[in-house]
């Protein structure tokens, strides 16, 4: 997915759950994405297969493969071939393998995939609708394959997902938040990797 300065979405690669936004099969030309809901868009986020785009107005929406319930309700199990909303009155959000993380009113929620317990410590596997993940009041959020950060307005880093903190064993999660850094301004992560900036420059 990519924003450009003047708001305009365009979108290229893998298509099979229609997460670029395009009804064909031809992956290798960017795009400009269409049905996007009018507004200015803020911030995007392409999971493995669903997309999500952020509005000014703090609607969040989202396209693509809905398998986990990682968009909600519609078509659950299938793929969702037009932008839906998620949520309101959100700030911050992200598209993880088969879930999808997002903060509204400073609370943190989550959607999709909980095998493992990957978002809270229920034995549900999957959640449709979202459920909150903390009391904590949050910021940020970022999410990877199968884990997920986010960040506190003191900039302290919590980790929750599919490892143990401890031995960071995969499939070993409490379904907890566990702190792991403070100071942190920003964080990038994919399947079995993270990275890390700190508020004074530092990488990690």
């Known amino acids: 997915l990519i924003l450009t300065a003047d708001g ?3 979108a290229v690669g893998n298509n099979d759950y229609n ?38 107005n703090g609607d969040l929406y989202g396209i693509g493969n ?6 909600g309700t519609t078509n659950l199990g299938g793929k969702v071939t037009s932008f839906i909303k998620i949520a309101s009155n959100v700030t911050s959000m992200a598209a993880g393998r088969r879930h999808t993380v997002y903060i509204s009113g400073g609370k943190l929620y989550g ?14 596997e999957m959640f449709s ?37 401890s031995s960071f064993v995969t499939g070993a999660s409490d ?22 900036v700190t508020k004074d420059g530092k990488i990690y």
């Open 175 to 196: 379904g907890k938040l566990h702190k792991v850094m403070s100071n942190v301004a920003s964080v990038s992560m994919q399947d079995e990797h993270a990275i890390i």
């Open 66 to 71: 809905n398998a986990k319930g990682q968009l």
């Open 111 to 124: 959607l999709g995939d909980n095998r493992w317990m990957k978002l809270t410590s229920s034995s549900t």
């Open 129 to 165: 609708r979202p459920v909150q993940i903390t009391s904590q009041t949050m910021t940020k959020v970022f999410a990877g394959e199968h884990s997920s950060f986010c960040l506190d307005s003191s900039g302290n880093l919590y980790y929750f997902g599919w490892r143990s903190t």
């Open 19 to 56: 997460q670029t936004g395009y009804s064909g099969d031809e992956y290798y030309t960017i795009r400009p994405v269409s049905g996007v809901p009018s507004g200015t868009i803020t911030s995007i986020s392409a999971g493995h297969d669903h997309s999500l785009i952020l509005m000014s």
């Open 8 to 10: 305009k979405l365009y």
